[in-house]
Structure formats: structure tokens, C-alpha cells
């Protein structure tokens, strides 16, 4: 199964940005959507997919955090 995660835009370089992953930075190509610092996209293997509301990707990161717990027997 492929997975894609939530994150905020910090900087753009191009078709290249930094974005936030709860506190991890990572490079990502944003050559898809026309993302913005401050914007959220939804990111699958280096690539963001998709931009999204900030309430759309804080809800996806508490679902990934719930689930995350129930695999590591904390939920």
C-alpha cells in the first residue's frame, strides 16, 4: 500500500521546496501543483501530489498519529 503524508511548505526553489513534516524537513518536487510558502500539500515519494487546507492535513497527521499508536500498542 502507498501512502501519502501531509506537509507545509517553507521554501521554494523552483520546482523544489522544503517542507514540514511535524518538525522533519524534507526536499520535495512540487513541479505538480502551484504551492506556496505557507501552503500544505499532500506529498507521495518525494513528489507533492496536491495542495490541501490546513485543517484537511492537521485532521490526515492525528489520523496517521492514531494509527501509528495502534500499531505500536498505545492506542
Known amino acids: 500500500m502507498c501512502v501519502a503524508y ?3 511548505i517553507v521554501s521554494t526553489d523552483g520546482k523544489r521546496a522544503k517542507v514540514d513534516f511535524s518538525g ?3 526536499d520535495v518536487n512540487v ?3 502551484d504551492g506556496k ?3 500544505y500539500v499532500l506529498v507521495h515519494a518525494g513528489l507533492a501530489l496536491q495542495k490541501m487546507e490546513k485543517g484537511e492535513a492537521e485532521s490526515l497527521r492525528v489520523l496517521f498519529g492514531e494509527l501509528r499508536g495502534s ?3 498505545r492506542g
Open 6 to 8: 501531509p506537509g507545509k
Open 37 to 39: 510558502v505557507g501552503d
Open 71 to 73: 500499531i505500536h500498542g
Open 24 to 26: 522533519s524537513l524534507a
Open 31 to 33: 513541479s505538480m501543483v
